[in-house]
């Protein structure tokens, strides 16, 4: 696991780490972990590129282990993929970012919408929809503050993807392509299917000030986009450059470390109530 001071991981990585039973071990640990209540939910906002305001913010799973310290997605998402508990993980994931969106509109602050990423594998669960429409009824939070993230992979098989998103769409809950630009990508898809917004991977934001290529790509992303009636958000937006390009270019939002680290959910109130970023 790679240090990341922003996020405030402990940092952690031994020859154990890749072992077979290192996996079962870890796989337990999460079971455990779910019953224990040790999963935590990281919030980052996303901004608006015109006015500066907070206008929607992604869920991000963190697991407060007792002894290492805040675990990174990365070092247990796998895992809980490979052993299929990422589906019981995910609609904690769910259940939670719905019940805090709610409890914040409770609270009084502006209703914006929270993004949950989904797993390939819970994306191909039959009854995924129904999950989530049982979920919304249960929080009470309308489906128009829900965004669900998924990946051009999960796109593969077009007909499938086409029928699930039809249905989550038909709910009221909007549907965003994270990573864009990373996987496998057919711009067959993006005409086909009712999805809402793109995310500009990071990885061609990270070095839109040296490299020409990139820059080329984020551009050439945004006027796709808008041109497919898609909103679009640039992820992993680190400085005032990249902000002004993107600006430049007319993304519609923006989201990193530039705008505000992810934090956990009592930060958030604050950052709803300042508003803006200059
Ligand atoms: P992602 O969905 O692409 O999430 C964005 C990641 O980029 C987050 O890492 C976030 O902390 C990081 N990030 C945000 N701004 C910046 C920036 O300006 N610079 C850099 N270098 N990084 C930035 P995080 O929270 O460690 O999550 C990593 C991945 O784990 C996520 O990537 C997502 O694929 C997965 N993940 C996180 N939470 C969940 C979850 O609840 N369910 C599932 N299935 N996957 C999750
Ligand atoms: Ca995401
Ligand atoms: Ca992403
Ligand atoms: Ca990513």
Redesign the pocket.
Known sequence: VKE?GR?GYTLYKSEFENTALHKLTLQHELIEALHLKQFML?Y?PQYDLVDGRIVGL????RWRHPERGLV???AF?PAAEDSGM?VAL?DW?LREACRQNRAWQDAGLPPIPVS????FRQFAQMDLVGKVAAILEETGLEPRYLKL?ITESMTMDVERALSYLKALTALGVGISV??FGTGYSSFHYLKRLPIGSLKID?SFVRDIQQDPNDRAIVAAIIAMAHNLQLQVIA????NEEQVRFLQHHRCDEM????GS??VPSEAVENLLALGRVE
């Open positions: 990341n996020n990281y980052q992604e869920a991000l799973i990174p997605p990365i998402i990422i995910g994931v949950v990423n989904l797993s993230e994270d990573d990071r992820e992993g937006v680190e989201q990193g470390y530039y680290p992810p």
